[in-house]
């Protein structure tokens, strides 16, 4: 990204809740358990998955996914599946 580049809606940080963890410590968990991984393959895997269940919102919503991209990066989205996420308890 260019230097100065700014998000609209910011960007998402999976370690600002208490009991969650950052890309980096994700990383240096899996390694831990067997799977070597560094932080930017925890970050791919977290977005791949995050496309997966845009893409479903979009195509439910707007019968197609060509933005599911763009909703999987925006915090927002990401905040809305953790607090669904949360409430299956």
Same mark, same amino acid.
């Given at each position: 990204? !260019? %230097?100065?580049? %700014?998000?609209?809606?910011? #960007? $998402?940080?999976?370690?600002?809740?208490?009991?969650?963890?950052? #890309? +980096?410590?994700? $990383?240096?968990?899996?390694?831990?358990?067997?799977?070597?991984? *560094?932080?930017?393959?925890?970050? *791919?895997? &977290?977005?791949? $998955?995050? @496309?997966?269940?845009?893409? =479903?919102? @979009?195509?439910? &919503? =707007?019968?197609?996914?060509? %933005?599911?991209?763009?909703? $999987? %990066? =925006? !915090? +927002?989205?990401?905040?809305?599946? #953790? =607090?669904?996420?949360?409430?299956?308890?």
């Amino acid at each position: 990204m !260019p %230097k100065g580049f %700014k998000k609209e809606h910011g #960007y $998402a940080t999976v370690d600002t809740l208490d009991d969650s963890m950052g #890309y +980096r410590e994700i $990383a240096e968990f899996m390694t831990g358990n067997g799977d070597k991984m *560094n932080h930017s393959t925890a970050r *791919n895997v &977290f977005l791949s $998955a995050m @496309c997966k269940l845009a893409g =479903d919102v @979009c195509t439910q &919503f =707007d019968g197609h996914s060509r %933005k599911k991209e763009e909703m $999987a %990066k =925006d !915090p +927002r989205f990401q905040s809305g599946i #953790y =607090d669904i996420l949360a409430d299956i308890d």
